[in-house]
């Protein structure tokens, strides 16, 4: 073939390949194919310069109009596959990418819903500090230095000698110093322990207190409260009960159970087939410690509780690890 036919044979060819191009990156390998350095069409022109005059003549004008054309169609393509691109980035009917959208972790949710509740019962939302005072944390609520009861409690202490609240309890005397009686409050917040963590136990973890302060009160107060958040929160009747336990800064102590709100009380695995659940710390407030909070214990009586929010959160949506709150895992997190 003489070099005019193969040159446009090459045009005839190039131009039937452009034509199935839709992309930027096939446009390239195509421009480089046909008009590369490497090309086929710039090997030809090179050869150019040896051929007798008048072929030289007419092979360099065909050549040059080739390449020129096949330049100016590569140009065109380009720009409007660029504008077919811009035209898709503001297209308005293009579908929309939903956003994901953040929401609140299941300590937040509940320890709202809680406050909510106790809030309708007339009782304050009260705030106290993580990092705390050897005082409020053991001395107010009857728990002196050197005695045994300060070791129910593993503590975090800072070089300063403060500590890492062991318990929400100290915002009872806090209060008390603040607000005088009488006084319904609950305080939740984080708590620090230094211990080993498993399914049920964690180092950090949130604790609810509750502290109400008037003239007459009695055990049987706390328990109207205690079933009454405990059946709305559960969304169905608790009954609890109350057995004799220690805290320095009650008497009489009390651990409270709740019924076992997997099997409604019949006796399952999860209560060891005693229908009832161990769920909180409660009693009368100790003297001493209505008198660290500047409250006249002849005058006034009140009770207190203390429970983990973690724990109550565990119950509601059977959840079998309390690691679980802090992994971070979206996945666990989603489903609240
Ligand atoms: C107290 O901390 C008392 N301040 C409670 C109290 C308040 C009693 C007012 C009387 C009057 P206790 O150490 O038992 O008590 O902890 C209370 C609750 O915190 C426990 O019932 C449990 O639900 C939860 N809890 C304790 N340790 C952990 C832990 N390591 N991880 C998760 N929850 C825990």
Redesign the pocket.
Known sequence: MDIVEEIKEIARRAKEQVEKINSASDLLSWEKSVLGRKSRLSQLMRNIKDLPLEQRREAGHIANQVKQELQEIAAKLKSSLQQAEKQKQVDVTWPGEKPQRGHLHPVSLVQRELEDIFASLGFIIEDGPELESEYYNFDA?NIPAYHPARD??DTFFTVGGDVLR????PI?VRAMQKYGAPLRLIAPGR?F?Y?A?DA????V???V???MIDKDISIANLIAIAKEFLSRIFTQDVEVRVRP?F?P??EP???MDLTCILCQGKGCSACKRTGWM??????L?HPRVLEAGGIDPQEFSG??????????IMLKYRIDD?RLFHSGDVRFLQQF
């Open positions: 609520l129910m409690q062991t318990h929400t309890s009872q708590v322990r211990e963590s049920s136990h964690d180092f973890f949130h604790q207190e509750g502290l336990g805290f800064f009650v102590g009390f651990e161990e769920f909180m710390g409660a009693g407030v009770f207190a509780f203390g429970f983990g929010l973690d724990r109550l309390i």
